[in-house]
């Protein structure tokens, strides 16, 4: 993988987030806080950058028994303001405005599209802007719900792969246990983000720097990495289907 500077890389993002609340003249910034290493280390930088005073933390359960204990405690551990607002009530009343049956899929959608209406509602109200937590991985890969998690004002993990996201984490000191457990997006029991990509984010990375970074050929990136050549197709037809959600929507030209 790359080699980064991690401690100037910090300090890079930092200033990164303060100059663009300096230049929208924004009060502050808020985000949803799952308990996992993306959005924790999103609260890091945020609070590192303006201060605890300026970030606000959104916790956005579906399920009642989902698991929030990891969210609070990134939240306490900063010392900055947070809210839980579980918006099962809200995704049912979608729901029940259509007339035909949903899957898990669509529902998840629906879910995470929620979220980001509520983030920008209260975001408009306080003079806030949205901070994304999508790193590079999921951004490639097209793992994110076109206008929901994928939608933001400012990304500032979005040049980072999820292994390099990782490794900032444990430099902000984020709780061990948050950037080892299994990322989920608790869009339903049982879910995580590696069963649905059907890799492990470890090889996947790999891939998508030699395929991307380097543009190395993909029997290349096989021999390299001592895979299959049908796992690197796989990794590149994900990133080939999901081209369109990293664009804006197409339009003709007059």
């Known amino acids: 993988m790359r080699q980064i500077n991690y401690e100037t890389l910090i300090e890079k993002i930092a200033k990164f987030i303060k100059r663009k609340i300096k230049e929208s003249k924004a009060k502050g910034v808020i985000l ?3 308990g996992g290493v993306d959005s924790a280390t999103t609260a890091c ?3 590192k950058a303006l201060g605890k005073e300026k970030v606000f933390g959104l916790i956005m359960p579906y399920y009642k028994n989902y698991e929030i204990k990891d969210a609070i ?3 306490n551990n900063l010392g900055i303001k947070y809210k839980i607002i579980n918006i099962k009530n809200i995704v049912d009343e979608f729901e029940k405005t259509l ?3 949903i899957d898990k899929i669509t529902k998840g959608n629906l ?4 979220r980001m209406v509520i983030l920008y509602g209260i975001a408009n109200a306080k003079n806030y802007l949205v ?5 590079k991985t999921e951004f490639l890969v097209g793992y994110f719900t076109k206008w929901g998690d994928g939608a933001s004002d400012i990304a500032p993990l979005l040049s980072l792969y999820k292994t390099e996201v990782r490794k900032i984490a444990k430099i902000l000191e984020v709780p061990e246990k948050i950037v080892l457990k299994k990322p989920t997006a608790g869009l ?8 649905e990509l059907g890799i492990e984010y470890d090889l996947l990375d790999k891939i998508l720097y ?6 190395m050929k993909r029997e290349d990136v096989a021999k390299d990495l001592g895979i299959t050549l049908d796992c690197v197709l796989y990794v590149e037809n994900l990133v080939k289907r999901s081209k369109h959600k990293r664009k804006l929507p197409a339009f003709p030209k007059i």
Not at 111 to 114: H, K, L, Q, T
Not at 131 to 135: A, C, F
Not at 188 to 195: I, Y
Not at 210 to 215: A, F, G, N, T, Y
């Open 131 to 135: 901070l994304g937590t999508s790193n």
């Open 210 to 215: 030699r395929l991307i970074d380097l543009k």
């Open 73 to 75: 405690l990134v939240c």
């Open 188 to 195: 339903w029991k049982g879910q995580t983000d590696e069963d």
């Open 99 to 101: 007339d035909f049956k």
């Open 111 to 114: 879910m995470v599209r929620s």
């Open 45 to 47: 930088l945020a609070v």
């Open 32 to 34: 949803g806080i799952s």
